[in-house]
Structures are given as structure tokens and as C-alpha cells.
């Protein structure tokens, strides 16, 4: 009878063991980086350290914030709680230093937020000296155009595009180590250009165009989205992003052209009431 009654906590430790085994065993250095990056992805651009320093001291701040407001709800339970049956708590109309330190506490906590806000936000926004690639992006409904503009890539010396559908996703060939300006523009309604690893998106707005410059840092093949709710079809705006070696960016633009992707295609402008003008037309 003993045995019998054994047996099932032995079969359950065992089981605990090789649950907490395969669950160890699962837990990767990229997972572990993961926690330490409070869940964001591996960076790959010369910005997103900007971007990883706020978020990480914005999560650091929010704990330490937290801790003490929850260490303070929990001493004064315990300090002020009631201690026998009928009992009333002084009644205290104001307490100036009270009200004095939970006014001047939260402006000081928005004013550091705010400070290194902005510096992240300047240096994320920072041009760079003479891009030397350029690729104008087009969103549409409901998916994306690139056009590389290489005219003066002496390797290159064209201009070409690839425009994404809704039955083909685009792909975003980008090289690695060179600064690239994007220049995005809207064919029709609001659209955002996302790569979750660049750690950075900006809207794509039509009659208002938009412009940003990265370096892409790290070679592989990433996945980019639009970040604005745009239509029927938002979750299929997405588009593959390969960061690959100057030669091999260069073999790309060239196998575009090969293909007769030729020439920039150009949105059109946008009024309230529609199009302004045809984009065919412009000079």
C-alpha cells in the first residue's frame, strides 16, 4: 500500500524533472538576449541602439517607479490598518508636503522621460552625410513599390523598381554597412514603413512625403510591415527584406534591370477630392 501511494509522487517528481529539463534545454542564448532586450528583436541598423537605450531605460525606470509605489500601498496597509472593531482613522482635510511631493514627483519623472526622448528621437532622425543609396517607397493599397534609385552608382548606373501585389509579397534588398535614405510616399490613404529590426517606422502619408536615413549593420533576411490599420487587406502589406553584401546588392539591381524594371514608378498626388494631376505626366 505504501509502494502504491509511492509510486504516483515518484511518476509526478519525475515528471516536474523532465519538464524543467526540456524547458532549460529550449531556452537559447538568442531567447536569453530576448529577456534582455525586454523582447525586442536583434537590432539591425545603426540606429536602433538610440531606440534599445530608451526602451531598456524606460522599463528600468517603470520598475524601479513601481516597486516603490507598490512597497508604499503595502506599507500603509499594514502600517494604518485597522486595529480593532469600531475604530476611526484621523481625518486630515490637507497635507501640503504630501500634496507638494506628488506634484513635483511626476513632473520630474516626465521631464527625464522627456529629455532622453528626444535625444533618442534626434539621433534616430539624424541624416547622413551623403547617402549613397536612395530607395523611394510607394505604399498602396495593399502593398508596397521600391524603386532604387542607382543612376549614380557607377557599379549600377540605372534606376530601377519592383512593385509588390497582394498575391506577391515585394522584396527589399538593402546593403549591408552603407547608409540608405528611404523616401516614402503614399498612393492613396495612410500607411506606415516598418522593420520591427531597425527599430524605427515612419508614416507613409499621401501629399506628404516623408524621409529617413539607416545603415543597415546586420546581414540576414527580415520581415517589414505596414504599421497603420489602412484598408480591407493591412495584414497583407508586408515585404521581405534581405540586408546582403554591397555585391551582392549590387548583382540584384542589376538583375532588376535585366528584367526590364526600369525607371522610377511615381505615386500620384492626392487632394481631398483625389488625384491632382496623373503621375505619368509629370516631368
Same mark, same amino acid.
Given at each position: 500500500?505504501?509502494?502504491?501511494?509511492?509510486?504516483?509522487?515518484?511518476?509526478?517528481?519525475?515528471?516536474?524533472?523532465?519538464?524543467?529539463?526540456?524547458?532549460?534545454?529550449?531556452?537559447?542564448? !538568442?531567447?536569453?538576449?530576448?529577456?534582455?532586450?525586454?523582447?525586442? +528583436? @536583434?537590432?539591425? %541598423?545603426?540606429?536602433?541602439?538610440?531606440?534599445?537605450?530608451?526602451?531598456?531605460?524606460?522599463?528600468?525606470?517603470?520598475?524601479?517607479? *513601481?516597486?516603490? @509605489?507598490?512597497? =508604499?500601498?503595502?506599507?500603509?496597509?499594514?502600517?494604518?490598518?485597522?486595529?480593532?472593531? *469600531?475604530?476611526?482613522?484621523?481625518?486630515?482635510?490637507?497635507?501640503?508636503?504630501?500634496?507638494?511631493? $506628488?506634484?513635483?514627483?511626476?513632473?520630474?519623472?516626465?521631464?527625464?522621460?522627456?529629455?532622453? &526622448?528626444?535625444?533618442?528621437?534626434?539621433?534616430?532622425?539624424?541624416?547622413?552625410? *551623403?547617402?549613397?543609396?536612395?530607395?523611394?517607397?510607394?505604399?498602396?493599397?495593399?502593398?508596397?513599390?521600391?524603386?532604387?534609385?542607382? !543612376?549614380?552608382?557607377?557599379?549600377?548606373?540605372?534606376?530601377?523598381?519592383?512593385?509588390?501585389?497582394?498575391?506577391?509579397?515585394?522584396?527589399? $534588398?538593402? +546593403?549591408?554597412?552603407?547608409? #540608405?535614405?528611404?523616401?516614402?510616399?503614399?498612393?492613396? #490613404?495612410?500607411?506606415?514603413?516598418?522593420?520591427?529590426?531597425?527599430?524605427?517606422?515612419?508614416?507613409?502619408? +499621401?501629399?506628404? /512625403?516623408?524621409?529617413?536615413?539607416?545603415?543597415?549593420?546586420?546581414? *540576414?533576411?527580415?520581415?517589414?510591415?505596414?504599421?497603420? =490599420?489602412?484598408?480591407? $487587406?493591412?495584414?497583407?502589406?508586408?515585404?521581405?527584406?534581405?540586408? #546582403?553584401?554591397? !555585391?551582392?546588392?549590387?548583382?540584384?539591381?542589376?538583375? =532588376?534591370?535585366?528584367?526590364?524594371?526600369?525607371?522610377?514608378?511615381?505615386? /500620384? %498626388?492626392?487632394?481631398? &477630392?483625389? /488625384? =491632382?494631376?496623373?503621375?505619368?505626366?509629370?516631368?
Amino acid at each position: 500500500m505504501g509502494r502504491s501511494l509511492r509510486t504516483p509522487g515518484r511518476i509526478a517528481a519525475a515528471s516536474i524533472a523532465a519538464s524543467a529539463t526540456l524547458l532549460l534545454s529550449g531556452c537559447s542564448k !538568442d531567447t536569453a538576449d530576448q529577456w534582455a532586450r525586454w523582447g525586442m +528583436p @536583434v537590432a539591425a %541598423s545603426d540606429r536602433a541602439p538610440h531606440i534599445g537605450n530608451l526602451w531598456n531605460g524606460a522599463w528600468i525606470a517603470s520598475m524601479v517607479i *513601481g516597486v516603490f @509605489v507598490w512597497g =508604499l500601498i503595502g506599507w500603509v496597509i499594514f502600517r494604518y490598518r485597522r486595529k480593532h472593531e *469600531g475604530e476611526t482613522p484621523r481625518q486630515n482635510r490637507y497635507n501640503l508636503p504630501l500634496e507638494i511631493l $506628488y506634484t513635483i514627483v511626476p513632473v520630474l519623472i516626465i521631464s527625464v522621460l522627456f529629455f532622453f &526622448t528626444v535625444q533618442a528621437q534626434d539621433a534616430v532622425g539624424k541624416k547622413a552625410d *551623403g547617402p549613397v543609396h536612395t530607395v523611394n517607397v510607394i505604399g498602396q493599397k495593399w502593398s508596397w513599390t521600391f524603386n532604387y534609385m542607382e !543612376d549614380a552608382n557607377s557599379s549600377i548606373g540605372a534606376t530601377v523598381h519592383e512593385v509588390g501585389t497582394l498575391e506577391k509579397i515585394p522584396d527589399l $534588398y538593402l +546593403p549591408v554597412g552603407e547608409p #540608405v535614405r528611404f523616401n516614402l510616399y503614399s498612393a492613396d #490613404v495612410d500607411h506606415s514603413f516598418w522593420i520591427p529590426e531597425f527599430y524605427y517606422k515612419l508614416d507613409v502619408l +499621401p501629399g506628404h /512625403p516623408n524621409s529617413f536615413d539607416v545603415t543597415p549593420t546586420r546581414v *540576414g533576411t527580415y520581415l517589414g510591415k505596414c504599421a497603420e =490599420l489602412c484598408g480591407t $487587406y493591412h495584414s497583407a502589406m508586408l515585404f521581405n527584406v534581405h540586408i #546582403v553584401s554591397v !555585391d551582392e546588392y549590387n548583382a540584384k539591381i542589376k538583375e =532588376l534591370a535585366g528584367k526590364g524594371q526600369t525607371g522610377e514608378i511615381k505615386p /500620384p %498626388s492626392f487632394s481631398a &477630392t483625389g /488625384p =491632382l494631376y496623373d503621375s505619368k505626366k509629370e516631368g
